[in-house]
């Protein structure tokens, strides 16, 4: 249960980070790449009214390469997340 929050929050947090939804496809690869990286950097925040957002945002810099380049293929293919 607490990974599928964070995989939710992991598609929030690109969602608005980027803003536009990514396919279904992407997305699964987005959540997968990005799934530790919210986990990591963000252990102690509760999902829900964008704090795993602003969480992510404040540490951006730290976010692993899988991760950013999971979200630059989708935004390659044209499918932006």
């Known amino acids: 249960m607490r990974a599928e929050r964070f995989c939710v929050a992991v598609a929030t947090t690109v969602f608005v980070l ?3 939804p990514a396919s279904a496809q ?8 990005c799934a530790g990286d919210v986990e990591r950097l963000c252990a102690g925040i509760k999902p829900g009214n964008g704090r795993i957002k602003m969480c992510m945002k404040s540490k951006i810099a730290k976010v692993s390469a899988p991760c950013i380049n999971s979200v630059l293929r989708a935004i390659a293919a044209g499918k932006e997340p």
């Open 26 to 33: 992407d997305r699964k690869a987005i959540m997968h790449a």
């Open 18 to 20: 980027y803003g536009m």
